[in-house]
C-alpha cells in the first residue's frame, strides 16, 4: 500500500456536509461490495443499538451491489435507521479518500475475508478500525491495539462500536497506531524491504 496516496487526504468537511453531519457527528463507514459474505446486513443491525446510544452517530455504506441493497435498504428501513444510514455507490479516487477524511471509523465484519485491503486502507487515513474475528488482518490489529475485533454477536459489536466512537482518545490512539502498522508493515516501502531482504538472504545461500 502506498502511503503517498493517504499523506495528503482532502480536508475534512465536503462529505459531512453532503449528509448533513455536524462537526460533533460521528460518522462509520463500510467499504466494500455489497454482498452477503461482507454481513453489512449484521453492521446495519449492529448499528441500530448504537444509534439508540448515540444520538451524533451515523453510517455511511460505499461500494457496489452485488444483489444485497434492495434487501439492505429494507433492513434499514424497517430498523427506522433511513436518516441515520446513507448509501453512497461505488466511490473511487478523490471521493473515496474524502470519505476517509470525513469519517471517525471504518468496520468490515465480513465472514470471509482472506485480508481486508480497505481496512489497511481505513488505517493509512487514520481511522480507527472495527474488524470481524474472520477478516484477514484482525489479528495483527489486535496486536497493534487499532482499534477493535468482534464476534458476531450485535451487542458485543455495538459495544465495542460505541466505545470507539465515544471515548475520543482511544479513537486517536487506535488510530496512531492503526497507521504505525501499516507503515511498518504493509507500506510499499516496508514490503520492498522484505523482499531485498530476502532476495539477498537467496544470493548469499547460493
Known amino acids: 500500500l502506498s502511503m503517498e496516496r493517504f499523506a495528503r487526504l482532502p480536508a475534512r468537511g465536503p462529505l459531512r456536509n453532503q449528509l448533513r453531519l455536524s462537526s460533533s457527528d460521528l460518522l462509520s463507514v463500510f467499504v466494500g461490495r455489497l454482498h452477503p459474505e461482507k454481513r453489512v446486513d449484521l453492521i446495519i443491525t449492529a448499528f441500530a443499538k448504537v444509534a439508540t446510544a448515540l444520538s451524533g452517530a451515523h453510517l455511511a455504506v460505499a461500494g457496489p451491489d452485488n444483489g444485497e441493497e434492495i434487501r439492505l435498504r429494507k433492513l434499514v428501513s424497517e430498523l427506522g435507521l433511513e436518516r441515520r444510514v446513507t448509501f453512497l455507490g461505488l466511490l473511487t479516487g478523490n471521493d473515496l479518500l474524502q470519505l476517509y477524511s470525513d469519517a471517525d471509523l471504518l468496520t ?52 465495542a462500536w460505541a466505545e470507539l466512537l465515544t471515548c475520543t482518545e482511544l479513537r486517536n490512539g487506535c488510530a496512531e497506531r492503526g497507521r504505525r502498522l501499516v507503515e511498518s ?18 544470493s548469499e545461500d547460493r
Not at 485491503?117 to 487514520?126: F, I, P, S, T, Y
Open 108 to 159: 468490515l465484519l465480513s465472514w470471509r475475508e482472506n485480508f481486508g485491503m480497505v481496512v489497511l486502507e481505513g488505517m493509512a487515513a487514520g481511522l480507527p478500525v472495527l474488524v470481524g474475528t474472520e477478516v484477514g488482518l484482525a489479528k495483527e490489529v489486535s496486536a497493534a491495539h487499532a482499534g477493535r475485533v468482534v464476534g458476531s454477536e450485535p451487542d458485543e459489536i455495538a459495544t
Open 185 to 202: 508493515s504493509f507500506s510499499t516501502e516496508a514490503v520492498a524491504k522484505r523482499m531485498l531482504a530476502v532476495l539477498q538472504e537467496i
